[in-house]
């Protein structure tokens, strides 16, 4: 084992990985669990009872001989117990329950108004989501009776702007008004009696996108390309915040412009200023091109309009242009973008050209730059497994 091999290898056979590598079918008893991560059976064996006490494996009989008495197979529990997940954005959320092998149980899309502030919104979320847990309407208490009652065992929400993941605290978030300084986990503790996990949606992309596509990579960059610009980083196979939580921020990178247009920031010429979806919307109304939001500048792209589709080339490059940084800097294996611009083919040809060009041979000789699989559901995938983490870790 090398020194850069150290941290990865010490995560091997953790309880949540021993959790994960059930959950994927890659282990189905102990003996399985042993060879995979190396440790002894009985080290194994004690680590399986503390998850099936914990109601996060069990044991679903008897399986195949290799010679001597049948194993005891496992199961992650696929009934009962789920995590709450909320993936909020400026105009919409998505919530839903998952099962704890992080599996999407039930999921809805509900329109939402940022600018309401956030206990309004909070609030309501946050009942919708306890009643698709206990199986009621909205509102609905998880301790008044029914099949599911009791089954939540936290709730992971995801926010569009920066937050403090140690505090649950959203600090000076843009296009968020109202939201600075509010405490998410303090509010949400108050309504549900179960541990709530709050952090940037683009982190939670990031670890949807790394546990379902990803899981055997050491290092990678996700990024949400969508209204806004944010970037989720994995290192050592694990969500890396940083000091305060703001690893991964790329929004707020320079980018060189002239004119350089002003950000919600207050500086000028920031990425998100020139690359985002909001920032094409201008642009091109700049231009004396109708568009209402997005979903105008994505149609203006897919008919080959001029105008749009040049903007999004040149949201390319600019995006392109702050990641060669990044992959130089951090050598990941894996670059992916998600979010609606993802499916722009003219913003990700550009991108993936500037990044060749603009970095070091040996960065991406064997660099994957590719789209993040397409589902509305990557972000509550990433809150679950922020909560199942979050369950694991709390009782070692």
């Known amino acids: 084992m090398t020194i850069d091999d150290a941290p990865r290898e010490a995560l091997r056979g953790n309880p949540r990985e021993l959790l994960r590598w059930v959950a994927t079918g890659a282990a189905v008893s102990r003996a399985d669990l042993s060879r995979l991560s190396g440790l002894s059976p009985s080290t194994v064996s004690q680590r399986v009872e503390a998850l099936i006490n914990q109601g996060l494996l069990e044991e679903a009989g008897a399986g195949q001989s290799r010679g001597g008495r049948r194993p005891r197979q496992l199961a992650v529990p696929t009934g009962g117990a789920v995590v709450g997940a909320i993936d909020l954005g400026a105009h919409h959320a998505r919530i839903g329950t998952l099962d704890l092998s992080g599996r999407v149980v039930q999921g809805r899309t509900l329109p939402v108004r940022i600018e309401d502030g956030p206990e309004t919104v909070l609030g309501t979320l946050l009942a919708e989501v306890t009643a698709l847990a206990s199986g009621g309407a ?7 009776g029914g099949a599911a009652a009791g089954a939540l065992r936290g709730v992971g929400i995801g926010i569009p702007g920066p937050v403090q993941h140690s505090t649950g605290r959203i600090v000076s978030p843009s296009r968020m008004p109202g939201w600075n300084g509010f405490d998410v986990a303090a509010f949400c503790a108050d309504r549900v009696d179960v541990p709530v996990i709050v952090d940037n949606d683009a982190n939670l992309m990031a ?36 000091a305060q939580g703001s690893a991964g921020d790329i929004s707020h990178c320079r980018v060189v412009a002239d004119p350089a247009p002003l950000c919600s920031c207050g500086n000028a010429g920031c990425l998100e200023a020139v690359a985002s979806g909001a920032a094409l919307v201008t642009a091109l109304r700049e231009q004396g ?9 994505l149609r203006l792209i897919d008919d080959g309009d001029r105008h749009a589709t040049a903007l999004a080339r040149q949201a390319g490059r600019a995006i392109g242009e702050i990641l060669a940084v990044v992959v130089n800097f951090f050598n990941p294996q894996v670059v992916a973008i998600g979010g609606r611009l993802a499916d722009c083919e003219p913003l990700l040809a550009s991108m993936r050209a500037t990044l060749y060009e603009r970095c070091l041979p040996l960065a991406t000789q064997t660099l994957l730059i590719e789209r993040v699989a397409t589902s509305q559901d990557i972000g509550i995938t990433g809150a679950a497994h922020l909560v199942i983490d979050h369950v694991v870790s709390a009782h070692p």
């Open 207 to 242: 670890l949807g996108a790394h546990r379902t596509a990803h899981a055997e990579m050491d290092h990678a960059v996700y990024i949400k390309a969508g209204t806004g610009i944010g970037s989720g980083v994995i290192s050592s196979g694990q969500l890396h915040r940083g």
């Open 138 to 144: 909205p509102g609905a208490s998880l301790a008044s």
């Open 289 to 297: 091109v109708p568009v209402d939001d997005l979903t105008g500048v």
